[in-house]
């Protein structure tokens, strides 16, 4: 039973770990663009939208479409980047087991 022990005490600094590195995650960022850089978004690794960054170029009245599309492109490109960064960051403390874990990222 000493192996089991052992065993669930690496599991709880595992958890731990992981747990002091989603903090430290949700406040770094990613950068994502659309439109050949003229639409970038800047976003968290805990999922939220820090700032959008509009071209000058696009802001025609006339065709707001092209603009919303482009906000919307570099938004989720900004998010599965910050996904991806999250995963990654945190197999490396998990082994790999972090996307295992439902909820975790």
């Known amino acids: 039973m000493k192996g089991f ?18 903090e430290e995650l949700k406040t770094q960022t990613v950068e994502a663009e659309a ?9 968290t ?8 960054a509009i071209d000058k170029d696009l ?17 989720n ?7 991806k960064a999250r995963e990654e960051e945190l197999g490396k403390i998990s082994g790999g087991l972090a996307g295992m874990i439902p909820g975790l990222i």
């Open 5 to 22: 022990g052992n065993m669930m005490r690496q599991a709880q600094q595992v958890q731990k770990k992981l747990a002091e590195a989603q």
């Open 35 to 43: 439109g050949q850089g003229k639409v970038k978004a800047v976003v």
């Open 45 to 52: 690794m805990g999922y939220q939208l820090k700032s959008v």
């Open 59 to 75: 802001l025609d009245p006339e065709d707001p479409d092209t603009l919303q599309d482009l906000i919307t492109l570099a938004v």
């Open 77 to 83: 490109d900004g998010l599965e980047k910050a996904r």
